[in-house]
């Protein structure tokens, strides 16, 4: 399966913000979660995805707790990833929960594509420079940034690797958030970064939960490196 931007071809070689934009444009019909599932599910069906078409999907659904409120389950150390829809093995959606002061680690996205989209509160994305190749001899470099943004309900953002690697954080001390994301294609492992060295290592990316179901204990023990 090939992902395409209408401006930039394969792989959406620039970055396009979609930072401060709305749940839906003008004239357009706002979608449920399961209209929106329906629909990224039809427009995943051919081999040539339109990566445009799934952010305006994306942007056309507006917060609706008493929807996604079954998959939201938190923890009171890190944020949880909980899958929502598998997309027929070509996209995963997942909601992510995001406790008081929870963040991830500078990550990538392992070739993938990732739609962000706020559901409840805030989320704070910044942006690095992919770290330069250094041999044994020369010092670590620490990772650049490159942009920060404060995101908030029903906004969305977009990353792939092309964009850089980035880090998410609630950089609320008392309010929780949760955020809807889109992978395509699905990913079961990611590299993350150490931001003084640039040194990067492998990360298994787990559920907390599935299709609304209670936590596995399996899961809840596991720790990732990608987790604060």
Not at 203 to 213: A, H, M, N, P, R
Request: net charge neutral; aromatic share 8%; charged share 25%.
């Amino acid at each position: 399966m090939q992902v395409y931007n209408e401006d930039h071809g394969l792989l959406c070689v620039s970055r396009e913000k979609l930072l401060n934009e709305k749940n839906a444009r003008q004239g357009k019909t706002s979608l449920n979660l399961r209209e929106l599932i329906n629909a990224l599910h039809e427009a995943f069906k051919t081999e040539h995805v339109n990566i445009d078409e799934i952010k305006n999907l994306m942007a056309s659904y507006k917060s609706n707790p008493s929807e996604w409120k079954i998959y939201a389950k938190f923890d009171r150390y890190r944020y949880t990833r909980n899958l929502v829809d598998e997309g027929n093995g070509k996209f995963n959606l997942m909601v992510l929960c995001w406790g008081e002061g929870h963040g991830s680690g500078i990550h990538d996205h392992a070739n993938a594509h990732c739609v962000m989209k706020i559901l409840q509160g805030e989320l704070c994305e910044t942006r690095y420079r992919w770290p330069g190749k250094c041999t044994k001899e020369e010092d670590p470099e620490e990772l650049k940034e490159l942009e920060r943004n404060t995101l908030g309900l029903n906004e969305i953002c977009y990353i792939n690797d092309s964009l850089g690697l980035h880090r998410v954080e609630n950089p609320s001390a008392v309010n929780p958030a949760v955020s809807l994301h889109l992978y395509s294609p699905p990913f079961s492992s990611c590299s993350v970064f150490n931001k003084l060295t640039g040194q990067k290592t492998s990360c298994k990316v787990t559920f907390w939960s599935k299709y609304g179901e209670k936590r596995s204990r399996e899961i809840q023990g596991a720790r990732c490196p990608e987790d604060n």
